[in-house]
């Protein structure tokens, strides 16, 4: 799960790195926070993760893949598609939204701080549709703090290439990401579409 918050969807794993942080460094004395409703059902070769913050994704069993319940995590799952790697992987983020609030200031939220990463460079942006619904792509390359390796467990600076899909359904705004070493990118991108082309809105 620390992983996760390491190489998560840039400003989203930002955020979460945070929240960790501070959920270790202090003594919570609230109730825990209710776990949200998940499934997952495999079907020959797929597993669908079905999410209760309204998604499904199928992807290939053979693949590894973290996910979660917890409502205060805004990534739900993420499938490692290098087994050699830590990095290399589709995840599906959750952002709860104000009523009305439009996918072009939900994507440029999103895209705030990721464009002062180092070495930032777009390269390409375009409208899309996901389950039906309205989306913006991002295609994105900087110089982010990742894990590479299974061991050892620390970060290094690295760049990394991106494609991130926003997309707004029941006021909740969703960043389906794949992101990649740009040695790996190419080698894992029909795969990561595949994955990606799965998702339902629910």
Do not use: H, W
């Not at 620390?2 to 202090?26: E, F, K, S």
């Not at 996901?130 to 590479?148: D, M, R, Y």
């Amino acid at each position: 799960m620390d992983n996760r918050n390491l190489i998560t969807a840039l400003v989203i794993a930002a955020l979460i790195t945070l929240a960790a942080t501070a959920a270790g460094c202090t003594t919570n004395t609230s109730p825990s926070p209710t776990p949200i409703p998940s499934s997952q059902t495999t079907n020959g070769n797929n597993t669908t993760f079905s999410s209760g913050t309204g998604f499904n994704v199928t992807y290939p069993t053979s693949l590894k893949a973290d996910t979660t319940t917890d409502p205060t995590t805004q990534v739900k799952i993420y499938v490692y598609l290098n087994p050699n790697s830590k990095v290399d992987g589709v995840n599906v983020g959750t952002v709860a939204l104000s009523a009305g609030q439009t996918l072009g200031s939900f994507a440029d939220s999103q895209m705030a701080n990721v464009t002062k990463y180092p070495n930032y460079q777009e390269i390409s942006n375009n409208t899309t549709t996901v389950s039906g619904q309205p989306a913006q792509t991002i295609v994105f390359q900087g110089l982010v703090p990742v894990q590479l390796n299974t061991t050892p467990a620390s970060s290094t600076n690295t760049t990394l290439k991106v494609t991130e899909t926003f997309v707004i359904n029941n006021n909740t705004g969703y960043v389906i990401a794949y992101k990649a070493v740009p040695s790996d990118y190419d080698t894992y991108l029909a795969q990561a579409q595949r994955i990606m082309s799965s998702i339902v809105l629910t």
